[in-house]
């Protein structure tokens, strides 16, 4: 009697324990099959379809660092084109100042229009970086060109040389330009807190640590803020509290030709201080031709932007998501593969001189 009274407080404990097992066990398998599903969606909306078709009627917004730079004019142009060819349609819509602050207000009003994609050059790496954020939450495609923003505030930047290359350059155009003896170098830049120019000057000055430049001396770093009269200025102060100064290397096609005016217009330094950097062959050429600039360099900015136009529309029409390896057509400008970081290289800069200056038209 005892021992079937036993047996059966046994049989209940077992029963209780297994029931028990069961409920935890269909609780886990629930739980697999929730992370499962989740994770599949989720990589279901980030998957690329090389396949996919390029989508007509795209609407994209192209945002320069500023209206009314050639240079940057140049590169809107370019963006442009490529939507239109694919039969899309982008509007420009910039800052009349190179800060981060009119670019941050503008592109909240954008974000609510929700755009397909936004192509972008930036003002400053991070200040930009939540309200691009919240434009990739709601669906809009991200893609900086010329000036990154964080990393993981857009999906493709396009880098119209590598930074790395483009900092020895201007590092070789220091010494070049110093000429046998070197001697004092300043930076002109554009604002404080550009993105390229920073990353480009960082280099520099790395690379002028190097041995062969130990007898060039960066005396100072100047901010034009990419805007035509500031950098005039800015040129003639570095001029007056400098006068040992070589060479103004200015990495903003807004300083060089600002710094290459002032410099021509005063016989005291004309052809005797040389100005170098980054400039556009046509702002450039009659410097170059009046003896003020021996070189300067820069990519093409029309394709630049045309890769970023090419890049946006893959991206919003699925074909990419901006993960290394990825491949898609861009256009005249062929096959193009994203990189480490999302990041697509253009190619190498061209060095203008007197001797090919003439053979550039942009
Ligand atoms: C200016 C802008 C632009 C830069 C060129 C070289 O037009 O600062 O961002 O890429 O110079």
Redesign the pocket.
Known sequence: MRDSRWGRFLALLFAVVLGAAVITGCGSTKDDSNEGSGGSAASGETKADAGAAIKKGLNVVVMP?QLG?P??ELENKGTVAAIEETGGSAKIQGPTDASASSQVSLLRSITQQKPDAIVL?ANDPNAIAPVLKQAMQRGVKVVTQ??DAAKDARQIFINQATTQSIGVQLAKQAKETAGPDGGEVAVLS?TAN?P??NAWIKIMQDELKKPGYENIKVVKVAYGD?DDQKSFQQAQGLLRAYPKLKSIVS????GIAAAARYVSSKPAYKGKVAVTG?GTPNQMSKFVKDGTVQQFALWNPEDVGYLGGWAAAALASGQITGKEGETFKAGKLGDKTIGADGEIVLGPPTTFTKDNIDDFDF
């Open positions: 660092k730079n240079y940057e050059a010329d000036s554009a550009a390229n120019q990419d990495p903003t096609t807004v980054l």
